[in-house]
């Protein structure tokens, strides 16, 4: 187990664990692809459109989420703009006695 003890300073860390034991850590270097913009685009769009098309259910909801949003707030916009209306009033609407 490693409890973070850097024994020395220089460009490739050590590291001391518990019973003693010195450990210099592996590091693995990714060689770089070139790749043109034009096939990064191409590749990000396939990704997006096969995730939006496996998780439809949860795009259908966060459009629905983000239109009651939108609704909500133009609700409460018009609603500062006009009069108050009592409770009873809304009552009534509501139940259809109006």
């Known amino acids: 187990m490693l409890h973070n003890t850097r024994i020395n300073t220089d460009e490739t860390p050590l590291w001391r664990t518990r019973c003693g034991k010195t ?8 060689s770089e692809t070139p790749i043109s913009k034009e096939a990064l685009e191409q590749a990000l769009k396939e990704a997006l459109v096969e995730t939006l098309s ?8 966060l459009v629905a989420e983000v239109l009651e ?11 500062e703009a006009t009069g108050e209306v009592s409770r009873e009033r809304v009552s009534d609407l509501l139940e259809g006695r109006a």
Do not use: H, N, S, Y
Not at 23 to 30: D, F, G, H, Q
Not at 55 to 60: A, I, M, P, S, T
């Open 23 to 30: 450990l210099r850590p592996r590091v693995r270097v990714m």
């Open 69 to 79: 949003d939108f609704v909500r707030g133009k609700a409460m916009r018009e609603g």
């Open 54 to 61: 496996e998780e439809q259910d949860l795009l259908r909801a």
